[in-house]
């Protein structure tokens, strides 16, 4: 068989990669929890998905939100809700999504799309690091990278980028490495 025979199979054989497009609102008759901050929508082996990010801010706080639902027919299933919040903050409120860590995968091969998306949580009177989470979100399962920012603190000294990898990542290598990668990307913009 041809070298190009061989890739065609291949190339047939294996699921599409997702391919997401981006939302300037929540879709009508999701549910969202304050204001809509950004969402996504893409299609896997499973059918059509939204991941739709929501802030709601308040007096010293604001929280976060992201719904990850399956739409079929306009009705929408929630898969997986996360909710965090930083609250009774009387310094600088450092609360919220980084956009550019949004994104839609297929890492594992598996035709079920994993979507990423990270923020950070803190209340700080310095320059200092802060929380920063990075979810990752396959159907209902959902694993965290844990850890900080990473600050400057002096010419040639940093701060933070410490991270904790959610176990349950070890039973996933190729998510445990995409989540890992997509950390270090996060950490690292600026440098």
């Known amino acids: 068989m041809s070298s ?18 981006a939302l300037k609102a929540a879709p ?13 929508r893409f299609k896997d082996v499973d059918g059509e998905h939204v991941l739709v990010l929501s802030t709601k801010d308040a007096p010293g706080a604001r929280h976060l939100f992201a ?8 009705r929408f299933e929630v898969q997986r809700t996360v909710k965090d919040w930083e609250q009774d903050c009387e310094f600088d409120l450092m609360v919220g999504f980084h ?14 799309a994993e979507v990423t998306f990270a923020y950070e949580l803190g209340c700080v009177s310095d320059v200092s690091p802060v929380g920063l989470k990075l979810m990752l979100l396959e159907g209902p399962d959902k694993y965290a990278v844990r850890g900080q920012t990473r600050v400057r603190v002096s010419e040639t ?20 490495a995409l989540a890992a990668a997509r950390w270090t990307a996060l950490i690292t913009r600026g440098e």
Not at 28 to 40: E, I, P, S, T, Y
Not at 101 to 108: G, R, Y
């Open 157 to 176: 000294e940093w701060m933070g980028g410490e991270r904790t990898l959610d176990p349950a990542l070890d039973a996933v290598p190729k998510l445990k």
């Open 99 to 112: 956009d550019d860590a949004t994104q839609v995968s297929d890492a594992d091969g598996d035709g079920r």
């Open 4 to 21: 190009a025979l061989v890739v065609l199979a291949l190339v047939l054989g294996a699921p599409p990669a997702p391919v997401a497009t």
């Open 67 to 74: 719904v990850l639902a399956k739409e079929t027919k306009g």
């Open 28 to 40: 009508k008759g999701l549910q969202v929890q304050g204001r809509f901050h950004a969402g996504l």
